[in-house]
């Protein structure tokens, strides 16, 4: 589970720093989408959506994006507790471990 995640430019400083002071007061809710990208369709090309009863629909006009799935994670502080930090790490690698392999058997990790 050595998750290696590039540094990104996408947020700016400002945007990332309610997420940085979680210990003194709640940040906004963090929503997370995950969007399936439609490549530039060809000539003879187009979208459609295959229905339960395998009817095809044309989707017209083609969108960008699909919208797959979303989460929205939010932080609700509770009492104060003097926790030293390696129990905090103990804790906390299994968790984001059951977290990856959570993902993993969402939908949305078939596309990958």
């Known amino acids: 589970f050595n998750l290696e995640t590039p540094d990104s430019e996408l947020f700016t400083k400002e945007e990332r720093e309610p997420y940085k002071a979680i210990s003194s007061a709640a940040p906004p809710a963090l929503a997370i989408e995950v969007l399936l990208t439609v490549p530039e369709l060809g000539h003879n090309e187009v979208l459609v959506h295959v229905s339960p009863d395998s009817s095809r629909v044309r989707i017209h006009p083609t969108p960008r994006y699909v ?30 471990r059951s977290l990856y392999t959570l993902l993993r058997v969402l939908p949305a990790w078939t596309l990958h």
């Open 67 to 96: 919208l797959l799935e979303t989460f929205v994670l939010d932080f609700v502080p509770g009492p104060l507790v003097d926790v030293p930090l390696p129990t905090i790490y103990k804790h906390g690698i299994p968790l984001f």
